[in-house]
């Protein structure tokens, strides 16, 4: 059983904050770490689920003086793909950053505001990021596999990396890369390097490293700004079985990609959150004049 | 006026052409100096101490002072002691020091480090000696470890400095991916950031013990007078081969120049392969990081 499934998620408001200390005294059986705990893999192919409901309330995001998301509130609902649009600079990257507090790493960075993952606040005082960052997994724009480590190492980093026990080690970076549609072009190689394999292979396999620590959330950053057509669709074909397991924020320039991958999305422009709305609605016939002439290619 | 003009060499044209020809041709002049100089120092070394060299000289003991039919067995293992002493000295500290301004510092102190280590590395090495001298051999007596220190104080800079430009190229998107895998900022550190740049670091670390191995101002202030034979123990003062050089060419003696000649070469084909070595780790290093 899975423990997060509760209601007050006991996974995120462990007494101790250091994760380290939780880590080096493996109290629980079910494996040392917090988001494994539970360890089953079960929950990878369930068809519906209660967790993994994200709701921002009043987020703000600052670079210094410069006030980059500027009182962002809406709902990303679980087994949905939700997509972010909006022009260069619009916020959209820096808000996704805050979900997993991502953004606290940029020197001088800082938020406000409250992000709910079923009910919790990720910046409450006492909860530790490494938890965050393990219930928020993140792909990037650009691949970046650990150039040090083999396919099948790389996907299972985040699981070595954070010391969970070696036995499932080999299973659950299986599960990740079949998750990832990676697994037939590479069963073969999982000890080759993984940045020998193609573009679009190394993000899949970005994936399948996110996918691997079990999230409830993920977020993809521009997933397929550097990839080839053929590569970007492979993903795009991804993202709509993904969110089968966890809920899916995906930022984008490409309006018909979000078209394409998102049941849901979001419009922003300049750090403000100007309309959500289903996928159809938004580039058909959006509330917001500035969503119109977004959609309609008049500005941006 | 056609536009056929502007085809036209004009004075204006040709005088640019001229000036870009002088400059090519005087930095190809200059950079083939530059390889003639190595070639030229290589090749006398190689002509006056060719004649010298011979397994008994590498693994004999030099003689008692004036005689020329030892060898110097005492001299290379008293190098390699000396250099290995402060390898293991300036290696971890110099890595620390890299990794600390890298990974930890705010800019502001991240700067004045970088330019306290330029300082440090312009210093003449005769007064690391001097102060070695001051710290360690004065009221004492000579000793390897005091080389070791004063050694170690020369590659400091070096092998941090170098660290810490190889630590820079380490792309930031693979810290990234290890934070947001939920990796710890020491584990990122310790696992993907110092693996990724191990090339480059080894090549900073072979390049500073190529650049000490042939080090001789401060060993003859803190280590240079020792006794006969294969010495290994460091608190000893022993001998190295560039105060071998250094002492061989003082001698009146044509046949201990040509040991001094004999002796310089061991030291250049060493630091010339030390730093070949230290490519090939370069190569590897630039070809993870994508550059």
């Known amino acids: ?300 | 006026m056609s536009t056929h003009a502007l085809l036209v060499d004009r004075g204006n044209l040709r005088r640019r052409n001229r000036v870009n020809r002088l400059v090519e041709a005087s930095s190809t002049v200059a950079a083939l100096l530059a390889v003639a100089v190595l070639l030229i120092v290589v090749g006398s070394v190689l002509s006056k101490g060719i004649g010298a060299l011979s397994l008994h000289f590498l693994t004999t003991p030099a003689g008692l002072f004036g005689d020329t039919s030892g060898g110097i067995s005492n001299a290379i293992v008293g190098t390699a002691i000396i250099v290995g002493i402060a390898a293991l000295i300036a290696i971890p500290v110099g890595l620390l020091v890299a990794i600390y301004t890298t990974e930890f510092a705010p800019q502001r102190i991240a700067h004045q480090v970088r330019f306290v280590l330029d300082l440090l590395n312009g210093v003449p090495t005769i007064i690391t000696g001097i102060f070695v001298y001051g710290l360690l051999v004065e009221h004492r007596h000579q000793s390897g470890f005091a080389g070791s220190v004063a050694l170690a104080i020369v590659m400091l800079p070096i092998v941090a400095r170098t660290a810490q430009e190889v630590l820079a190229l380490v792309p930031g998107t693979l810290k990234e991916a290890a934070y947001a895998l939920g990796v710890a900022r020491w584990r990122t550190l310790v696992r993907v950031t110092v693996p990724t740049a191990a090339g480059g670091l080894i090549t900073g670390a072979l390049l500073a013990v190529a650049r000490v191995a042939g080090e001789t101002a401060p060993l003859i202030l803190v280590c240079s007078i020792f006794g006969q034979g294969v010495l290994t123990e460091p608190s000893e003062a022993l001998a190295s081969i560039p105060v071998f050089i250094f002492q061989a060419s003082e001698s009146p003696s044509p046949e201990a120049h040509t040991q001094a000649w004999a002796a310089a070469l061991i030291l250049i084909a060493f630091v010339l392969a030390l730093n070949i070595v230290a490519r090939a780790f370069y190569a590897r290093s630039r070809k993870r990081m994508g550059a």
């Open chain 1, 1 to 300: 059983m899975d423990s997060r499934a509760s209601t007050e998620s006991p996974a995120m408001t462990e007494p101790n904050p250091k994760s380290q200390a939780s880590r080096e005294a493996p109290a629980q059986p079910a494996g040392p770490t917090i988001s494994v705990a539970g360890g089953s893999s079960s929950r990878l192919g369930t068809k519906s689920r209660e967790i993994g409901n994200l709701e921002l309330r009043g987020l703000n995001a600052f670079y210094g003086t410069n006030h980059a998301v500027r009182g962002v509130s809406m709902d990303f609902d679980s087994n949905r793909v939700t997509a972010i649009i909006g022009p260069s600079g619009c916020g959209k990257s820096t808000m996704v950053r805050c979900i997993n507090r991502m953004h606290e790493e940029i020197a001088g960075a800082r938020a406000t505001g409250r992000v709910m993952l079923d009910g919790l606040d990720l910046y409450e005082g006492g909860i530790d990021v490494v938890a965050v960052r393990r219930a928020v997994g993140m792909v990037f724009q650009k691949p970046n596999p650990f150039p040090t480590m083999s396919v099948i190492d790389n996907v299972t980093a985040g699981l070595r990396l954070t010391g969970a026990p070696r036995s499932e080690m080999d299973d659950r970076g299986r599960e990740a890369l079949v998750g990832a549609g990676l697994w037939e072009e590479v069963k073969d190689r999982l000890k080759a390097p993984g940045v020998s394999l193609s573009g679009g292979q190394q993000q899949r396999l970005c994936i399948a490293r996110a996918l691997a620590v079990e999230p409830e959330v993920l977020l993809m950053d521009e997933p397929c700004s550097a990839l080839d057509p053929v590569a970007t669709l492979r993903i795009e074909e991804l993202i709509g079985e993904l969110k089968e397991r966890v809920t899916v924020v995906i930022v984008t320039h490409n309006m018909q990609q979000a078209a394409r991958v998102a049941d849901t999305t979001v419009f922003m422009l300049n750090g403000e959150l100007i309309e959500t709305g289903p996928t159809d609605k938004m580039f058909t016939n959006p509330d917001d004049d500035r969503t119109e002439q977004y959609v309609t290619g008049k500005f941006g």
